[in-house]
């Protein structure tokens, strides 16, 4: 099956882990992997680098940012030229729309990586109109990543979605001292990790808040924030709180190793889709202490392989990370264990042969 994967870039992000994994896994099945970025691959494109050999990487070479109807016509081209049995769609939809219009025999596949309410933004908003007709004339076929996400796309736009269950490949985990390891100030420091983009999704206000109160109230405990300066303006916001104990990284291409030392994966983010990085906490035996979000809550059950919070609220959150420091050694070791039990599921062999039964129907 000749497959196409296409989307804007592949900066580090569940979204581009997603792509990376997935499209790597089908080329390693036999399957003719294309995946085109419709920027040029700058050197922190960590995704693009990752991709599998197997895999045919293309660039429409975009430069400048914003959107441009040059590139909706270059995209339009490059599906025409390429013969492809499946388009899969990832992100910004509206780059797509000729080519969905004027190739009325080709296969289109659109994933939506986040809950269908927050997918939407800016340019998606304003043609909102037309993508709803795509998907409910079946000439855009939905896929949604968790049972949360393919119900809030059921409720958004009228008509139904493939499920086909976000996996990824067992991480591959280093045994060498890393960040973790020195943020330990005492014996006793457990060591928490976030990672994330700075991003209004991912709450990270609300989460060094309630580290800081934490370590005001005696705890020790330390926070390590990896993820790309995307915002800015929140990250200004964080910068008061770091400190020792509250410490930015930044982008990390090691997040499973980090995780693998940790004593636990803090998510309270406001949305979310299915995130890559709490099936990589699961795969490692990091308990993951999240928010009850987006597919978070398909994956995590409180108490058996994690903690959820009442909500994305600071004093939800609070209470969590208490429940989380009153755990005993014995129930720490339970809980790690059933996080790599319920990781299986989640692997990305399961993914790609979900994705591939929805190609062929």
Not at 48 to 68: C, E, I, M, R
Not at 331 to 345: D, G, H, M, Y
Request: hydrophobic share 40%; with cysteine.
């Amino acid at each position: 099956m000749r497959i196409l994967h296409i989307h804007p870039s592949m900066l580090s992000g569940g979204i581009e882990a997603m792509i990376c994994a997935t499209a790597s896994e089908m080329a390693r099945q036999g399957h003719d992997v294309t995946f085109c970025s419709i920027y040029q691959p700058r050197p922190d494109d960590i995704f693009w680098y990752q991709l599998s050999d197997a895999v045919h990487k293309q660039t429409l070479g975009k430069q400048s940012t914003g959107f441009s109807l040059r590139e909706v016509f270059s995209v339009y081209r490059f599906i025409r030229r390429g013969h492809f049995d499946v388009v899969q769609l990832h992100g910004f939809l509206y780059y797509f729309f000729l080519a969905v219009l004027l190739l009325p025999r080709q296969k289109f596949f659109y994933t939506l990586h986040s809950d269908a309410r927050m997918e939407s933004f800016k340019w998606d908003v304003r043609f909102f109109w037309l993508k709803k007709l795509m998907f409910r004339l079946g000439r855009v076929r939905a896929i949604t990543i968790s049972p949360a996400s393919q119900q809030s796309f059921s409720e958004l736009y009228g008509c139904q979605s493939a499920l086909c269950q976000n996996g990824i490949p067992m991480p591959v985990v280093s045994e060498a001292r890393n960040a973790v390891d020195e943020a330990r100030l005492t014996p006793h420091t457990r060591v928490f990790l976030h990672p994330g983009r700075i991003t209004e999704a991912k709450n990270q206000l609300v989460l060094v808040r309630v580290f800081d109160r934490l370590i005001r109230e005696g705890h020790d405990v330390a926070l390590l924030i990896a993820g790309k300066e995307e915002d800015d303006a929140i990250l200004r916001r964080l910068r008061p709180y770091f400190s020792d104990r509250i410490q930015f990284l930044g982008l990390r291409t090691d997040v499973p190793s980090l995780m693998a030392k940790a004593d636990g994966m803090c998510l309270p983010s406001v949305w979310e889709g299915l995130p890559v990085t709490l099936l990589e906490s699961l795969a490692v035996g990091c308990i993951p202490i999240c928010s009850p979000v987006g597919g978070i809550v398909n994956v995590v059950t409180d108490g058996r392989n994690g903690l959820l919070s009442q909500s994305s609220r600071e004093e939800d959150y609070h209470q969590a990370m208490l429940r989380f420091l009153s755990l005993g050694a014995d129930e720490v070791a339970r809980l790690r264990q059933q996080c790599i039990r319920s990781f299986q599921p989640y692997h990305i062999s399961n993914t790609v042969q979900q994705y591939l039964q929805e190609y062929m129907r």
